[in-house]
């Protein structure tokens, strides 16, 4: 059996990296893993992708048009697994043996905003794949509602991370820095600014320029822009507290589970986590046993659990210990990958 992944992005220079260890394999989804379940795993490059035209609008015509062709890239491949939106689904109904799984990367935010001729067009394309993966209950049923979508079609397979990759060389340092890390668009640092102005730590943000839009940030936090992976990890290994503040559930844009990755690589990484609550971490953060979980948009929560992360060694401790298991006994990238396999397998095997 051979099923092809097509990622939304590049992924050759990362997979590069991920053999030479210098980058996890978190975003590889399990696909590298699935041997181990008897599925030939490869991954695809669009040649629209690859193409990469010089001019702006030839660029944005080949990443849409690139879901079109996606289908005859794919040699004898069984199963697509992709990142890619929905309209690749409906392309691969072209090929009668081919069949398709979405990832539900930020299909219900896409859905929300989107026109009602779009929200028509994304919701049928959608219905066409064979089958669809979500990383939370809360989106599957949010997906389900806005798509009407055969339920039996719609999966929840829990987020992995890389844990060997990602491992701690010590416990949270009693002095260290607070991290916030994240470019997805529904980072809300603007409330991370207000709860940490005149923290007597210095807070270092790992970011986009598009995320400080508008954000006036105090004189104690260092933002970076471009880190590595080694980079990031020594971040987290020097953090005493990962802050993952993120907009309430009814912002328009990013990602339908933002701060689910960034959440695992802290767990993983043994540090203890104040974040935003979000129906999508239901499963992921267990308030007071692996995380302190705050309501959105309250800078006066978000500090408050700041500073008693800050001021509590053994609440760190313990916090970046509960973490650190919970990544070993259900959200490695492995575990992912053995969740994937079923799914694959049973849609490899139906027929239309």
Same mark, same amino acid.
């Given at each position: 059996m051979i099923a092809a992944f097509a990622y939304a992005n590049p992924r050759t220079q990362r997979v590069r990296l991920i053999e030479e260890g210098q980058e996890p394999d978190t975003s590889l989804l399990g696909q590298n893993h699935l041997a181990s379940h008897g599925?030939?795993?490869?991954?695809?490059?669009?040649?629209?992708?690859?193409?990469?035209?010089?001019?702006?609008?030839?660029?944005?015509?080949? *990443?849409? @048009?690139?879901?079109?062709?996606? /289908? *005859?890239?794919?040699?004898?491949? $069984? @199963?697509?697994?992709?990142?890619?939106? /929905?309209a690749a689904a409906l392309a691969a109904r072209l090929r009668p043996h081919l069949r398709t799984i979405l990832f539900n990367i930020n299909l219900c935010t896409r859905l929300e905003r989107a026109s009602s001729a779009q929200r028509a067009f994304l919701a049928t394309a959608v219905r066409s794949a064979d089958a669809v993966v979500c990383f939370a209950d809360a989106q599957r049923e949010r997906l389900l509602e806005q798509t009407h979508a055969e339920p039996s079609r719609v999966h929840t397979c829990l987020l992995g991370v890389d844990e060997r990759f990602l491992t701690p060389k010590h416990s949270p340092p009693p002095n260290g820095h607070v991290l916030a890390v994240g470019r997805d668009l529904a980072r809300d640092y603007v409330t991370l600014a207000v709860a940490v102005a005149g923290l007597r730590r210095p807070v270092v943000l790992v970011a986009s320029e598009k995320n400080l839009t508008a954000v006036e940030l105090p004189p104690n936090v260092e933002v970076r822009l471009d880190v590595s992976a080694t980079e990031l990890r020594a971040l987290y290994d020097e953090a005493s507290c990962v802050v993952i503040p993120t907009r309430s559930e009814d912002f328009r844009y990013g990602a339908d589970c933002s701060g689910q990755t960034v959440l695992l690589d802290s767990f993983a990484m043994a540090r203890p986590i104040v974040i935003s609550a979000r129906s999508t971490l239901k499963g992921y953060a267990d308030d007071e046993l692996n995380s302190l979980v705050v309501p959105?948009?309250? /800078?006066?929560?978000?500090? #408050?659990?700041?500073?008693?992360? %800050?001021? $509590? $060694? $053994?609440?760190?401790?313990? %916090?970046?210990?509960?973490?650190? #298991?919970?990544?070993?006994?259900?959200?490695?990238?492995?575990?992912?990958?053995?969740?994937?396999?079923?799914?694959?397998?049973?849609v490899a095997g139906q027929r239309r």
């Open positions: 599925i030939e795993a490869t991954i695809v490059e669009p040649f629209l992708q690859r193409a990469q035209p010089q001019s702006p609008v030839l660029a944005r015509v080949a *990443w849409n @048009v690139r879901e079109l062709t996606l /289908p *005859w890239e794919l040699g004898g491949a $069984d @199963v697509v697994c992709t990142t890619m939106g /929905p959105p948009e309250r /800078p006066e929560s978000l500090r #408050a659990a700041i500073n008693r992360v %800050l001021g $509590d $060694d $053994d609440l760190a401790r313990r %916090l970046g210990a509960a973490g650190r #298991a919970a990544v070993e006994e259900r959200f490695t990238t492995r575990a992912l990958s053995a969740r994937l396999a079923p799914i694959i397998k049973s």
